[in-house]
């Protein structure tokens, strides 16, 4: 186990230009208060180099982020405040059960899989699969292997639709409670999902290896990387006694929410539409923030992500 320190603000200057900065920028000071403002990272998998963790080690040094390497080694629930975590196959399984840290606040980071019935039943804990299609596919997708489904932190760095070269994946989501599901394969497949937890934990589950070709680590894995850290910190986190309220619209099928709250200018809080597709609202110097969705017909409840008693009804008519 190796502990690796970089000076963040220098290597990002340096590095990756002024996106991920900010980002990055935004990583330190936008987590929970009890974490401090350097939440620790821990990062490891058995059997997942080089396909998994060695891109996100590469990731996380592109960044400048410290964080402890378990190598082979998945580790332990408690032992940093952001698990990232490759699987690749059986190697190492079962991992150890996140499900209390992740319900005390801890986030999850998560990439690879496996199409073994034991691999599914640990993933089934966590996120609805029931009768998805298991398998590794690498072929077949048409034009993208990546299509972002909604803007959400966990995301908001990634390309709108990518090709990939022979990136495999092994699992697909279903609509899970507290989960938004990000983006989709042109099987298709939905592959990635965020699902949020009552005390500001977080699992992300990219459910791609990535590491078939080594073209897309600037492209697609950094920025990924960037934008998990960013979600881990930000979404869950958010202070709902800051939220003074929110109001829900609906005119010519277009519904349109805002809120009006205290957060410093810059916050995002993610808001949902019935449950699911969440948009992200970002807060300006007036504390307010504002989303809205097209082609809208019927009832909808909208509400804060990580404040579920936050909400608000519209009549989009038929």
Not at 30 to 56: F, H, Q
Not at 138 to 155: E, I, T, Y
Not at 212 to 234: D, H, M, N
Request: net charge neutral.
């Amino acid at each position: 186990m190796r502990t690796h320190r970089r000076n963040a603000k220098a290597r990002i200057a340096r590095r990756i230009g002024t996106r991920w900065a900010v980002a990055l920028a935004i990583l330190s000071v936008a987590g929970a208060p009890s974490r401090g403002d350097e939440p620790t990272i821990a990062v490891g998998g058995p059997g997942s180099r080089p396909w998994g963790t060695e891109n996100i080690i590469t990731a996380l040094r592109t960044l400048g982020v410290e964080f402890t390497d378990y190598e082979e080694k998945f580790p332990e629930p408690g032992s940093a405040d952001i698990i990232i975590i490759g699987i690749h196959g059986d190697f190492g399984f079962p991992p150890p059960d996140y499900r209390s840290w992740l319900d005390e606040g801890g986030d999850l980071i998560v990439t690879g899989g496996s199409d073994t019935d034991h691999f599914r039943a640990w993933a089934s804990d966590y996120f609805n699969i029931t009768d998805t299609e298991r398998g590794w596919h690498s072929g077949g997708f048409g034009c993208c292997h990546w299509r972002k489904l909604v803007d959400h932190p966990a995301n908001h760095e990634l390309p709108d639709e990518m090709y990939l070269g022979q990136p495999l994946h092994m699992l697909a989501f279903l609509e899970t409670p507290d989960t938004v599901l990000l983006g989709r394969n042109d099987k298709p497949n939905v592959i990635a999902a965020f699902r949020s937890y009552d005390r500001g934990g977080s699992f992300n589950y990219m459910a791609i290896r990535l590491g078939e070709k080594q073209g897309y680590q600037e492209s697609f894995i950094t920025p990924w990387v960037a934008a998990a850290l960013k979600a881990a910190q930000e979404v869950g986190s958010v202070d709902c006694d800051a939220i003074r309220s929110i109001k829900a619209k609906c005119r010519r099928q277009r519904l349109t929410a805002r809120i009006r709250t205290s957060l410093a200018m810059g916050t995002e809080v993610v808001l949902l539409n019935n449950g699911e597709d969440g948009r992200t609202a970002v807060i300006n110097r007036r504390g307010k923030g504002k989303v809205r969705w097209t082609d809208q017909a019927g009832m909808h409840m909208v509400s804060v992500q990580a404040c579920e008693d936050i909400k608000k009804t519209a009549d989009c008519g038929g």
